[in-house]
């Protein structure tokens, strides 16, 4: 006849706070911390890299347009040529000899041009990819202009060492290496016992009515730590893995930075270098052109043969692509020193 159910109507507010006594959640934080920097840094190296792609991009275009130009242009000098040399041959003032050699060598400059297109066009479909955009707006964007963009004669690169720093992705991987070196620290609090408070405050009563009478209300609070000493093998393992990954995060870092020293140190040889031939070439293109004209005159005049003609042409076009080529990696090498 005992009635042996008991109704309990309760509400309440549980928490634990826990003393960062050995400072394992501050290096948490502080991995938390380095990490989100790490991959803003990330993020900051892809656009660096993707900026420099569509600067190089573009001057590969130039380029490629004026290589295109030179072939065009040397097109008409030789067809001139091939027109002297059939007059001449139907003048019976040379052999067929010369006809054969000048149409081969127009011919041959003529299937230059087809490969300069395709390449020219799987640039501008690799521009469009980068810049998000449909091939035909392209054309809109790179207007009229066809020359490759001009270089400073020299550039202002400062201290290497805040050159270095500059990088995105070398802070990123000194941001990586930090993170982990504070994963050691969390580790390492395992180690030692942890000290918490845990309570609660709330409302308890037999009947729901209950729980707005002064007396409803109830409180707890228990103090207690926790410290896992059998587990000490495995805590102790962690630790050692923690502070392997962190020397690998080191050298990593360490490589990063010897990558980027090199990396610039090309870019800046590059484009010093490729800045001498330029003005080697120059001299070059300016003599092989007044070669072609000399020879082509004598040849009309009948001073020379045909071969004359035919090597200073020839190379005229190897000299005109070759500081094309020069032109614009010289660009080039100056985007890779900015990258």
Do not use: C
Not at 45 to 63: E, P
Not at 65 to 75: F, G, I, P, S, T
Not at 204 to 223: E, K, R
């Amino acid at each position: 006849g005992v009635d042996r159910s008991v109704g309990v109507w309760s509400a309440s507010f549980d928490a634990t706070w826990e003393a960062d006594v050995w400072g394992k959640f501050a290096r948490g934080v502080e991995a938390a911390d380095a990490n989100l920097a790490a991959n803003m840094l990330n993020y900051d190296a892809v656009l660096v890299t993707l900026t420099g792609d569509v600067a190089a991009l573009y001057t590969s275009i130039r380029t490629l347009q004026e290589r295109l130009d030179y072939a065009r242009e040397n097109v008409k000098l030789q067809t001139r040529a091939l027109d002297l040399a059939n007059s001449r041959f139907e003048l019976g003032a040379t052999s067929e000899l010369d006809v054969q050699q000048a149409k081969g060598l127009v011919f041959n400059t003529k299937s230059l041009i087809p490969v300069y297109l395709l390449t020219l066009e799987r640039a501008q479909n690799a521009l469009s990819f980068l810049l998000g955009m449909p091939p035909s707006n392209l054309q809109t964007m790179l207007g009229s202009s066809r020359d490759i963009p001009a270089a400073p004669a020299s550039i202002a690169v400062g201290i290497p060492a805040d050159l270095l720093r500059r990088r995105p992705d070398v802070r990123a991987a000194e941001m990586a290496a930090a993170a982990q070196s504070a994963n050691i620290g969390v580790s390492q609090a395992d180690l030692y016992p942890s000290f918490a408070l845990a309570g609660s405050l709330g409302l308890a009563g037999g009947t729901f009515s209950d729980l707005f009478d002064g007396g409803a209300v109830t409180g707890l609070i228990t103090p207690f730590f926790q410290w896992n000493i059998l587990n000490y093998g495995r805590i102790k393992n962690n630790v050692r893995v923690q502070d392997a990954r962190f020397e690998q995060a080191v050298t990593s870092y360490q490589n990063t930075a010897l990558a980027a020293a090199r990396e610039v140190q090309d870019g800046l040889q590059g484009f010093l270098r490729t800045q001498e031939q330029v003005g080697h070439l120059d001299n070059a293109v300016i003599a092989s052109a007044r070669a072609a004209e000399i020879a082509l005159e004598q040849y009309s005049q009948g001073a020379t043969d045909y071969t004359r003609v035919l090597n200073s042409q020839t190379s005229l076009l190897q000299q005109q692509d070759t500081l094309t080529a020069a032109r614009g990696q010289v660009v080039s090498n100056l985007v890779a020193t900015y990258k």
